[in-house]
């Protein structure tokens, strides 16, 4: 081996300015990996936001992850996101 660098291989093919510019198509493993991002998102912002929950004739709030957590579905909530969409 040489220190030149004559050991290191040659890129197969060399691309033109105006190819590398071009942004590639978002593939449908692309949008679904976004779409899990953005869910994953929101889901956190839930586990952190105070949620008012009705229980027998009063409301309480609790944390969405103590909701998530023990799995309980009340039949309506209020969530503040802090104008999260």
Do not use: W
Request: glycine share 6%.
């Amino acid at each position: 081996m040489t220190d030149n660098g004559d050991d290191i291989p040659r890129p197969q093919q060399v691309s033109r300015p105006a190819e590398l510019a071009k942004p590639a198509a978002p593939s449908q493993a692309d949008e679904v990996a976004r779409g899990r991002r953005r869910f994953a998102r929101l889901l956190d912002e839930f586990r952190r936001a105070a949620v008012l929950v009705p229980f027998e004739r009063e409301y309480r709030t609790v944390r969405g992850e103590r909701l998530l957590d023990e799995g309980t579905v009340p039949d309506a909530v209020a969530v503040d996101l802090r104008g999260m969409r």
